[in-house]
């Protein structure tokens, strides 16, 4: 396959020599290049790599008030031999263009999207910290930019890619409620696509939980508020009597994480057995009360693994002691060694960036 080089205007005015990697907060800062694509008449075209700044939008644009807009987050890292990694981006690739496909919005073809990233990383390489727990966020974005109010699909759009040098995301155990009357997702609509108005919509409800104490939410489905979906913007895992088990696919209400799809592949391999099926918030509390229930924790590239301290159910409160977590502790470890190359790849799960 060809890999065309994308052009690029370097800045001329870098922040990097400036920029403390020692206090960085996820999703913040900003790397001194960012990568732009247009898509008109049925193609992508003025694909560049140019340095990080803001630019002109039509206040019509379709996006800003249709919302029509979608987005990935994968990480790079630096692993012990200083090589740059990219974590199974070919997945995110299939999920954007899935995103893309339920919000009426054009496929992005494969080089635009690995290459874009591979090149822009290339040149912003030096501002991914080395420092544990920190990573290179890359977040791939395309918006609706037709100026005109009536509501059908735009016929323009931008591609981007911003690459942000983070820190550890939730770094504390959270406390979690399980919500009984607000909704993320629900069956036929949109709560498998990565489009902002997922997270737009979900604002609202974690704030009225924060009020209470909470750090986040448990999302339960939209028609009964009976069975757990996903936990924040991540997956959710439930380790009781020894087995994993986290929400299935099947309707379409569960975003298919791709640290979800991994740490499903590496609790096997660790001799776990995981099932992916319907759990309802009766059987968490029946395992509870039965001395069964082990573990909770959250997974996704942000945070990778969450572990959680504390779960709600009205006023039924589950306390899970962070020293006796087994399972959590040890997928994020296992994750990590993979990353950084302490244990054999043996998925083939890292991109190597080629210097
Ligand atoms: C992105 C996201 C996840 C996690 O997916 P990863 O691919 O593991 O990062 C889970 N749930 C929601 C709602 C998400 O947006």
Redo the contacts with the bound molecule.
Sequence with gaps: MSHPIIPVTKTTNPRLPHFKMETLQFGKHFTDHMLMADYENGEWKNVVIKPYAPFEVDPASAVLHYGQTIFE?IKAYKNSKDEVVIFRPDQ?FI?FNVSANRMQMPAVPEWLFMEGIKQLIALDKDWIPSLPDHSLYIRPFMIATDPFLGVRPSTTYKFMILLGPSGPYFSAPMKIVIEEKYT?AAPGGVGYA?NGG?YGGSLYPVELAKKKGFDQILWTDASEHKYVE?VG???VMFVIDGKVITPSLERGTV?K????DSAIILLRDMGYVVEERNLSVDEIVEAHKKGLLQEVFG????AVVSFIINLTYQNYSMDFDLDKLKVAPSLKQHLNDIRVGNIPDKHNWLEKLLS
């Design positions: 987050g995110n999920r993320r990565k997922n996903e913007v991540m997956n975003l994480g791709v640290t979800r997974v996704g590239t942000a």
